[in-house]
């Protein structure tokens, strides 16, 4: 993966919070899994207070472009009939991560704190 497409992948919130929770969950989720996730990240609540018809919108987002376009660069593996992704472990994976890392806030883990607590601040 070239750099540029890496910053391109890297480039929605949305993706970046996918890859942190894969890598936070040994590289493994299901797509319910990652859809609560993003939907809490989005409506910046708690997991505890996210309801049910806050989650379809961000299923689709994963479904319609987001795992599709983790899948295109050799990130993932998503088995639609089993509703998981897996994280590769290989070149483009590592060549992501390296461009991770030039970005400001990643890993996203302070806004998913301050996230999960209730504060509505978003990192820059």
Do not use: Y
Request: hydrophobic residues 35%; negative net charge; contains cysteine.
């Amino acid at each position: 993966m070239k750099q540029t497409e890496a910053f391109r992948v890297l480039a929605s919130a949305d993706r970046q919070l996918i890859l942190h929770e894969l890598c936070k969950n040994g590289g493994k989720a299901t797509v319910d899994e990652l859809a609560e996730q993003v939907a809490v990240w989005r409506h910046r609540i708690s997991p505890d207070e996210i309801t049910d018809d806050k989650i379809p919108r961000a299923h689709v987002r994963l479904h319609h472009t987001h795992l599709p376009q983790l899948v295109e660069n050799g990130v993932i593996s998503h088995d639609p009939n089993e509703e998981t992704v897996v994280l590769h472990d290989n070149e483009s994976v590592e060549q992501l991560f390296a461009a991770a890392e030039e970005i400001e806030g990643w890993p996203p883990d302070d806004f998913l704190e301050r996230s999960s607590s209730g504060t509505h601040h978003r990192s820059h």
